[in-house]
């Protein structure tokens, strides 16, 4: 990647919509409980509570962690809490979608359901002032937009 990024800018849900992470704390310390009372206290199998948990929680691992998008001129390289790099090319992609938090950069040339596991999900900031730029690079980049 180049030096400078065209755009660069930071997202963090946890800190940025604290209605919505009050309630998934208490739906996660419901769960918990509820967890906890069926897997250790009537069946005896407190590997199933951890593992559960575990599970659940790394679900929830990009909800709560930092993350830093930067675009280049020859692709998108994402960071989530200084720990885990991402880097993709404009290329690996053959459309983009807005939705309600972000954009979604699909590898299929039309939106697919399977976008959520091939494709590349970028949220928007809390301000959104990154939007305009954002598509305006990926309609010169990626080009088909939906």
Request: aromatic content about 18%; hydrophobic content about 45%.
């Amino acid at each position: 990647m180049s030096p400078d990024p065209i755009l660069s800018w930071k997202s963090c849900p946890f800190l940025e919509r604290p209605y919505a992470s009050i309630l998934l704390v208490s739906f996660l310390f419901l769960v918990a409980v509820l967890l906890y009372g069926i897997t250790i206290i009537q069946w005896g199998y407190p590997i199933f509570y951890y593992g559960g948990m575990l599970l659940l929680i790394l679900n929830l691992l990009p909800y709560f962690i930092v993350t830093e998008y930067r675009f280049y001129e020859s692709g998108i390289e994402i960071t989530y809490m200084r720990i885990v790099k991402i880097d993709r090319k404009y290329g690996d992609f053959g459309c983009f979608y807005q939705d309600k938090h972000g954009i979604m950069l699909s590898t299929f040339k039309m939106p697919r359901r399977l976008d959520s596991f091939r494709g590349q999900s970028l949220r928007f900031s809390v301000d959104k002032s990154e939007r305009a730029k954002l598509i305006e690079i990926l309609l010169e980049k990626v080009g088909k937009q939906y």
